[in-house]
């Protein structure tokens, strides 16, 4: 999906599409209509206008076309999910996971989003008795999933891929002790979503055996 | 199982018809997005990854009665007007393309899964008018079996996970295709926009994000998904998609009596330009076919026109004309294109007859 239809500040769908001509070049805003109404597009030069709104509502940081082009630069990642790749630059950009185990690298970016875009914080749907019966057989997997992990390591050192090889080692961290694991996912953590987290990974643990493939 | 193209083109010559109960609606469709656990979503895996999804997505959903005989389509085997055509019939996003993806239509149109679209897979099911309760029951049983053969991604904080955190949790999205000239043309549309907004719904383009609103159609859908469940979301849209064509209708009745002449005469030129044309753009013809549905809302035709009227609302769509003309062994260019669908037009109308007016000289 073209991230053109998505709103500049909060990723969720655009209404507003505003173009600027300055010095003969084109400027294009796609905005939601809430932060669109939240800043008063009609009064402000976008320009200016764009800057204040990244400010404001992403706190302070970098304007999303900024974050882009750091990293075509090539300036590492904060954030890189170990299963699909990642990186918080483009999940900043795009507001897309690459796989499930996202949810649980960029759940502070997804903290942080939530308010824009959905209505709660919580799942409320009713699939959660669905879900019961298939937790512990995941957890099963796990001894398993390391070895298959140690050994993918073991073969990216002796072929000298230190990037895939720092991301096994961090997936391994992961599924050994994951609350301890700050690298890689938010800093703060409540014992709560900790508590979350473990069903996400035991989904991930389970199934990305079959994706040795990739 | 099948997955001839062809065959398809000819099972969609006749549809269903619109609820007569319900005049400002024109569809409505169910949809959830479900992952595959496991495997990286759509946007960060390759072509053999995604390959390999399609064939699980489409071995699991031949397992259903309902889905046994259904259509079966790659979309890298299908051209773009082929496409086009899908998009058309609103079985598609225009964003479903590429290696990988993939589409399964049952045989009575009502039921399309999308694979690998945004999310591995798009589950939809479509009712015609406001059948919302049609459409949520055929999404919600398909779902249930699919779940049965296919682990989909789920957490319990976030619900099923999807790649836009905006469809994270229950997967569910409900629009109502809905034709709201009224609104327009009394200027009050992003008046209406912005009260949607407040009580969780948006409008889109009828063809879904950034589309326009050409013919005065919008989608209007449920914007949350985290945070409700689907008993709510189902009630939210219930509720408003009543109430907007409630007041859509009084809209177009306060400009009927308002301007009545002028409107008759906007009707009447509507008719004789699509009655008589020898070359029609799609643009025109959408603009004038909006404005004949009014007037059958209005009661200026017969009943039976607006059936009539929907079904020309598809099949003058680019795609159409020209899948229907490659049927027939005809190439089609953007010249022959436009005198094909004012042939459509000139035969379709002949069997309507002019619309009727009071006398307003009286």
């Known amino acids: 999906m073209s991230e053109e239809y998505k709103c500049d500040i909060c990723g969720a769908p655009a209404t507003v599409h505003l173009t600027q001509i300055v010095d003969g070049k084109i400027h294009k805003v796609h905005l939601c209509e809430k932060c669109a109404a939240k800043s008063k597009v009609a009064e402000l030069p976008i320009l200016k206008f764009t800057e204040m709104l990244a400010k404001t509502l992403i706190g302070g940081k970098k304007d999303t076309d900024e974050l882009a082009s750091t990293e075509s630069v090539g300036r590492e990642a904060g954030k890189v999910c170990p299963v699909c790749g990642m990186t918080d630059l483009v999940f900043g950009k795009k507001h897309l996971f690459g796989c499930a185990h996202c949810y649980e690298v960029f759940s502070e970016e997804m903290t942080e989003l939530l308010p824009k ?55 391994m961290h992961a599924l050994e002790k994951p609350k301890k694991n700050k690298r890689v996912s938010a800093p703060k953590e409540t014992g709560k979503t900790s508590a979350k987290r473990k069903s996400v990974t035991s989904r991930v643990r389970k199934s990305s055996s079959k994706g040795k493939k990739e | 199982m099948s997955s001839g193209f062809d065959e398809f083109l000819a099972g969609t010559v006749s549809r269903e018809s619109a609820n007569e109960a319900c005049p400002c609606v024109l569809g409505t469709r169910v949809r959830f997005a479900r992952n595959l656990a496991g495997t990286s979503f759509p946007v960060r895996a390759g072509t053999e990854r995604k390959n390999e999804v399609r064939k699980r997505i489409f071995e699991a959903s031949k397992k259903l009665p309902e889905l046994a005989d259904a259509f079966y389509f790659s979309l890298e085997d299908l051209s773009a007007t082929r496409r086009d055509f899908l998009i058309e019939c609103r079985c598609i996003s ?269």
């Open chain 1, 117 to 171: 875009i959905q209505r709660g914080r919580q799942y409320r749907g009713d699939a959660g008795t669905r879900t019961a019966s298939k937790k512990s057989s995941a957890k099963k997997d796990t001894s398993a999933e390391l070895e298959r992990l140690r050994l993918r390591l073991k073969d990216a050192v002796k072929n000298e891929d230190y990037v895939l090889a720092a991301k096994l080692r961090d997936e």
């Open chain 2, 94 to 362: 225009p964003e479903l393309s590429g290696d990988g993806a993939g589409v399964v239509i049952s045989r009575n149109q009502r039921i399309a899964l999308m694979v690998n679209e945004e999310d591995h897979l798009r589950l939809q099911a479509f009712a015609p008018g406001n059948d919302l309760g049609s459409a949520w029951t055929s999404a919600r049983e398909i779902e249930k079996k699919l779940a049965d053969s296919l682990n989909f991604a789920f957490s319990e904080k976030y619900g099923f996970l999807t790649a836009c955190p905006t469809n994270a949790g229950t997967g569910l999205r409900i629009s109502v295709m809905m034709h709201l000239p009224g609104f327009v043309m009394d200027g009050q549309m992003e008046k209406i926009v912005r009260a949607l907004d407040a009580v969780g719904l948006t409008a889109r383009g009828g063809f879904g994000e950034g589309s326009d609103a050409r013919g005065c159609v919008f989608q209007i859908s449920n914007e949350y998904t985290l945070g409700i469940s689907e008993a709510e979301t189902l009630a939210l849209m219930r509720r408003w998609t009543c109430d907007i064509a409630e007041q859509e209708l009084a809209a177009r009745r306060r400009m009927i009596s308002r301007e009545r002449a002028q409107f008759a005469d906007r009707i009447a030129r509507a008719y004789g330009n699509l009655r008589y044309a020898v070359s029609l753009t799609s643009a025109e013809s959408t603009e004038l076919l909006s404005l004949l549905r009014i007037a059958c809302d209005a009661d200026y035709f017969p009943s039976g026109t607006r059936e009539c009227i929907d079904e020309l609302w598809t099949e003058k769509d680019r795609a159409h004309i020209a899948c229907r003309a490659a049927f027939r062994g005809i190439v089609c260019d953007e010249e022959r294109e436009n005198l094909l669908r004012a042939k459509l037009f000139r035969e379709t109308l002949s069997a309507v007859r002019p619309p009727v007016f009071p006398d307003f000289l009286k």
